[in-house]
């Protein structure tokens, strides 16, 4: 059995035929089975097998990864893959390995021209399947139509767009000192409020909901990651209220799984300066032009009450006070 990587530096992926030449050659030409990263030879083919195997690919592709050797030759249209050979007693030991590799250098010399005709967009639930791109894209389609309605109600554009500063420069500012703890300056950055918060959080809608689509197109699980956290930032439904003092503190509880969940994951954004430098991960510089201004952005809906009692906030009094008021001066 081998054992075949495809995944490639930003998510590029071989073409098709290559993984069914390999596949077809392995088995009939040097009688061995194909699977996917670790997975044994000859699974079922059923929904939690498929569903297993695709996230192997999403570990790799969402970060941009290549999962072996052959992936940085990818950004140089070199088409490849890694076989690794799995130790077994009998025939199918290295001898097996290298028959299919002899098998696979003899198809490629009867090529008369480049690949081309099959698939570069798709992804693998087994060795032997496949899910072309247009099976798969309306899913992201829909999930950045979906944020995008919510950038509809704009009030004032303008204000929204200078208010986008703040949150461009703090990610400029972490590009060059090369530093991704830089999102911890976003809640105490100055924050927008009324219509011009709203604007903002309209102009952030209508933005990541356009780049979610379009990043599908090239990299489809990473478009699902940053679907993911464009949600968790810009949802105001879920808010956790936390009383400190005589104020209640009113934070939308998936800004907080965001930020808990970049840190967390602060040793492996680490690593993806070196790769990076060494072949060209666009992650990196991804972290700092998208996802540090979306960290920024989601600190615009945050909001602080003074409370003068167990329920009623400061504000809500004074609008009573004004009106009895009002309605006096009335009578």
């Known amino acids: 059995m081998s054992l075949t990587r495809t995944e490639g ?11 069914v030449a390999v596949g077809y050659v392995g088995y009939w030409g040097a ?14 083919h059923t929904y939690s097998t498929g569903a297993k195997q695709l996230w192997s690919h999403f570990k790799y592709a969402m970060l941009g990864r290549p999962s072996a050797a052959h992936g940085v030759l990818a950004k ?21 390995l290298g028959r299919g590799v002899e098998g696979m250098m003899r198809t490629y010399n009867n090529m008369l021209e480049r690949l ?21 894209l309306p899913a992201a389609v829909l999930l ?51 219509a011009e918060a709203k604007s903002l959080l309209s102009l952030a809608h209508l933005g990541y909901g356009a780049l979610i689509p379009t990043l599908a ?24 209220a936390i009383p400190v003092a005589n104020y209640r503190v009113t934070i939308p509880l998936g800004t907080v799984v965001l930020f808990s969940g970049l840190v967390y994951s602060f040793p492996l954004i680490r690593e993806l300066k070196g790769e990076w430098e060494l072949f060209g991960n666009v992650a990196w ?19 602080a009450q ?4 167990d329920e009623t906030p400061v504000t809500q009094v004074l609008a009573d006070t004004k009106a009895v008021e009002d309605a006096v001066k009335g009578e």
């Open 9 to 19: 530096v930003n998510g590029r992926l071989p073409n098709l035929d290559v993984i």
């Open 31 to 44: 009688g061995y089975d194909d699977s996917l990263h670790n997975f044994p030879a000859n699974l079922p």
């Open 217 to 240: 197109m090239v990299n489809f699980p990473q478009a699902i990651l940053l679907a993911a956290m464009t949600l968790l930032a810009l949802n105001p439904l879920f808010t956790l």
């Open 116 to 136: 081309h005709a099959s698939f570069f967009f798709y992804l693998l639930p087994a060795a032997d399947r496949f899910m072309p791109v247009g099976h798969y």
């Open 306 to 309: 003074l409370v003068v009692d």
């Open 285 to 303: 510089p991804a972290f700092f032009a998208i996802i540090v201004p979306l960290c920024v952005v989601s600190w615009t809906t945050p909001s």
């Open 144 to 194: 950045g139509a979906s944020v995008t309605l919510g950038g509809f109600d704009c009030p004032d554009a303008l204000a929204g767009a200078i208010w986008t500063v703040p949150a461009v420069a703090t990610g400029l500012i972490g590009w060059f000192t090369q530093s991704p703890w830089i999102i911890a300056l976003a809640p105490f950055l100055p924050r927008p409020e009324g």
């Open 76 to 96: 140089h249209r070199i088409d490849a893959v890694t076989l690794y050979g799995v130790p077994a007693e009998g025939p199918h030991g290295f001898h097996s």
